[in-house]
């Protein structure tokens, strides 16, 4: 019986590190975008390269690994060298590749990943095989026997996973953890209920949290606390927006909890929100309360981002903790 169960996209990524880019930002009082600019026509030398897996059910994967629980990956891949890499990469983290699923029919997913001189990043994503995981993939039997399932953003034909695996989860007492993807956005509050009445933590970014749940940005923390109750009310027992470098929010029905982002020297911010969603529900698997865990997941993030790529940083459970002891922060209001 695997400890929890992670489902989502399992990728080759291709690190670019390129300190010659320009951001080019638009803002007006509710909204600020920003662009990553490279000359058009140009031919641009690189600062780095570096080659590694990722893809949202593989970095968490890794974590949950680190961290001490016995973890499978669920998705497709392609019977293709790339497939191969993945297998070999999630194997050296002890993570068991049992439940990959090898297509003959599409390839494998593959990323090109542009960090800028910030540290941020703008991703090249085509998700391939992991786009086609359907039911008859689902290995039910072994699913309905996990401590829990942490589902990640799933695209195309493979989003209508989604909700079955959410709902046969809860129905077999198995934890359930979300990070929705746009295609799980796009259904709204009332297009996720079903989810959430099963969910046992869920995580999103600011923009993601406004986007679902249709509240307006506002200055000061009364926009966020709208959303985290709305959340919780909609039955998700514990809830999480992280913020960036602000740090992240969290509820639990009783109270809500403000954890700062730990100081460290940003290198790179690919993976910080696996990292850290991963690390929290680690904790929670743990016994960990919900503002306890988000320690956690904020020392694993800041850890992630300090070294470049998804993984490379991913701290083990006493290392986390360490690290959480020795840099205090953060507060239950």
Same mark, same amino acid.
């Given at each position: 019986?695997?400890?929890?169960? %992670?489902?989502?996209?399992?990728?080759?990524?291709?690190?670019?590190?390129?300190?010659? %880019?320009?951001?080019?930002?638009?803002?007006?009082?509710?909204?600020?975008?920003?662009?990553?600019?490279?000359?058009?026509?140009?031919?641009?030398?690189?600062?780095?390269?570096?080659?590694?897996?990722?893809?949202?059910?593989?970095?968490?994967?890794?974590?949950?690994?680190?961290?001490?629980?016995?973890?499978?990956?669920?998705?497709?891949?392609?019977?293709?060298?790339?497939?191969?890499?993945?297998?070999?990469?999630?194997?050296?983290?002890?993570?068991?590749?049992?439940?990959?699923?090898?297509?003959?029919?599409?390839?494998?997913?593959?990323?090109?990943?542009?960090?800028?001189?910030?540290?941020?990043?703008?991703?090249?994503?085509?998700?391939?095989?992991?786009?086609?995981?359907?039911?008859?993939?689902?290995?039910?039997?072994?699913?309905?026997?996990?401590?829990?399932?942490?589902?990640?953003?799933?695209?195309?034909?493979?989003?209508?996973?989604? +909700?079955?695996?959410?709902?046969?989860?809860?129905?077999?007492?198995?934890?359930?953890?979300?990070?929705?993807?746009?295609?799980?956005?796009?259904?709204?509050?009332?297009?996720?209920?079903?989810?959430?009445?099963?969910?046992?933590?869920?995580?999103?970014?600011?923009? +993601?949290?406004?986007?679902?749940?249709?509240?307006?940005?506002?200055?000061?923390?009364?926009?966020?606390?709208?959303?985290?109750?709305?959340?919780?009310?909609?039955?998700?027992?514990?809830?999480?927006?992280?913020?960036?470098?602000?740090?992240?929010?969290?509820?639990?029905?009783?109270?809500?909890?403000?954890?700062?982002?730990?100081? %460290? +020297?940003?290198?790179?911010?690919?993976?910080?929100?696996?990292?850290?969603?991963?690390?929290?529900?680690?904790?929670?698997?743990?016994?960990?309360?919900?503002?306890?865990?988000?320690?956690?997941?904020?020392?694993?993030?800041?850890?992630?981002?300090?070294?470049?790529?998804?993984?490379?940083?991913?701290? %083990?459970?006493?290392?986390?903790?360490?690290?959480?002891?020795?840099?205090?922060?953060?507060?239950?209001?």
């Amino acid at each position: 019986m695997f400890d929890i169960i %992670t489902v989502g996209s399992a990728t080759e990524d291709v690190f670019v590190n390129l300190d010659d %880019t320009q951001i080019v930002g638009f803002e007006d009082k509710d909204h600020k975008v920003e662009y990553l600019a490279l000359r058009y026509g140009a031919k641009i030398s690189v600062d780095g390269i570096t080659l590694d897996t990722g893809g949202g059910a593989v970095n968490t994967a890794a974590t949950f690994a680190a961290m001490g629980l016995e973890t499978a990956v669920l998705s497709k891949i392609g019977r293709d060298v790339t497939g191969k890499h993945i297998i070999q990469s999630l194997a050296k983290c002890s993570v068991d590749t049992s439940l990959l699923i090898e297509s003959d029919e599409h390839p494998s997913g593959y990323s090109v990943i542009i960090t800028g001189f910030t540290g941020d990043r703008t991703i090249l994503v085509y998700r391939g095989a992991a786009t086609d995981l359907c039911k008859q993939d689902i290995p039910w039997e072994q699913l309905a026997q996990a401590g829990w399932l942490y589902t990640g953003s799933m695209q195309g034909p493979s989003a209508a996973m989604f +909700e079955r695996l959410a709902i046969f989860a809860g129905e077999h007492n198995v934890k359930v953890a979300i990070n929705p993807g746009s295609t799980q956005l796009k259904s709204g509050m009332a297009g996720l209920a079903d989810v959430f009445a099963c969910t046992t933590a869920v995580f999103l970014n600011r923009a +993601e949290a406004y986007e679902l749940t249709g509240v307006a940005p506002q200055r000061g923390p009364t926009d966020e606390r709208r959303m985290l109750r709305m959340l919780h009310g909609a039955g998700c027992q514990n809830v999480v927006i992280t913020v960036g470098g602000e740090g992240s929010w969290g509820y639990d029905g009783r109270s809500f909890y403000t954890i700062p982002a730990y100081p %460290t +020297e940003v290198t790179s911010t690919v993976g910080a929100g696996d990292a850290y969603a991963a690390g929290c529900v680690a904790g929670l698997h743990k016994g960990l309360s919900l503002n306890a865990a988000m320690r956690i997941g904020a020392a694993n993030a800041a850890s992630v981002v300090s070294k470049f790529g998804a993984k490379e940083g991913i701290l %083990t459970w006493s290392a986390a903790q360490e690290f959480v002891a020795v840099h205090r922060g953060g507060s239950a209001q």
